[in-house]
């Protein structure tokens, strides 16, 4: 079945630190990626996807690479701020037909000052 | 703009009472959803509305009772919940039910 794998948290960073998020997954074909961020007491906000191979995704300083030799989606961050402190949701939906959005089960981040 | 705006942001309830959650979106989209979250867990699938009809209903008890009056509009109604109910409740859209997903900020409920 299709799944998502991501490390598990918290991610303890002071400021400034760069960020890597690990996120591996299982489907068949070609799926869409994606990397949804939930800030303390909030929803979900799309921070960035991807939908085929290769394709680099970035928004807000974040970028994540579509690699389809690694089945990866790792996520990014040259410089953290006490702001991105967050839960982190990788997730990945099939492209055929209706497909429900998988997702990992969430790094939580915590960035200090 | 991706805005889906939910109310209320807090809701207490009894197990004996009925209330509603209300989900809106002015996008455009023409699929609709429903999530229950519970603590440091993931989002859950409870139910996907197509072109205002249901189209998937992941199996949730009966006293969970989605409504889309509209294609802009969802409701969810709650009766008779239990305390395991408890959790937040989050609405998404997408363009398509193919598309990418944009969630509301959420309906944090307790059931006393």
């Known amino acids: 079945g299709n799944s998502v794998t991501q490390m598990e948290g918290p991610v303890t960073l002071s400021e400034e630190a760069f960020l890597t998020i690990n996120c591996t997954y299982t489907?068949?074909?070609?799926?869409?990626l994606f990397w949804y961020v939930q800030y303390p007491g909030e929803g979900l906000q799309l921070l960035l996807k991807a939908t085929k191979a290769d394709d680099k995704g970035s928004n807000k300083g974040f970028e994540a690479t579509y690699r389809k030799e690694t089945t990866s989606f790792h996520l990014e961050k040259g410089s953290v701020q006490v702001s991105d402190s967050a839960v982190y949701f990788c997730?990945?939906?099939?492209?055929?037909?209706?497909?429900?959005?998988?997702f990992g089960t969430g790094t939580r981040l915590l960035v200090s000052p | 703009d991706t805005e889906v705006t939910q109310t209320p942001k807090h809701l207490v309830m009894g197990m004996t009472n009925k209330k509603s959650l209300k989900c809106e979106q002015h996008?455009?989209?023409?699929?609709m959803y429903w999530y229950k979250q519970k603590a440091k867990k993931p989002p859950e699938l409870m139910f996907v509305?197509?072109?205002?009809?249901?189209?998937i209903n992941e199996s949730v008890p009966s006293r969970f009772s989605p409504e889309c009056p509209n294609s802009s509009l969802l409701n969810l109604h709650l009766h008779a919940l239990q305390p395991e109910d408890s959790a937040l409740y989050l609405c998404?859209?997408?363009?398509?039910?193919?598309?990418?997903?944009?969630f509301g900020p959420g309906t944090r409920l307790l059931v006393l």
């Open positions: 997730a990945l939906r099939r492209n055929t037909g209706f497909q429900k959005l998988v």
């Open positions: 996008m455009g989209h023409r699929a």
């Open positions: 509305y197509s072109y205002e009809k249901l189209s």
């Open positions: 489907a068949t074909g070609y799926p869409s």
């Open positions: 998404a859209s997408s363009k398509g039910d193919q598309e990418t997903q944009y």
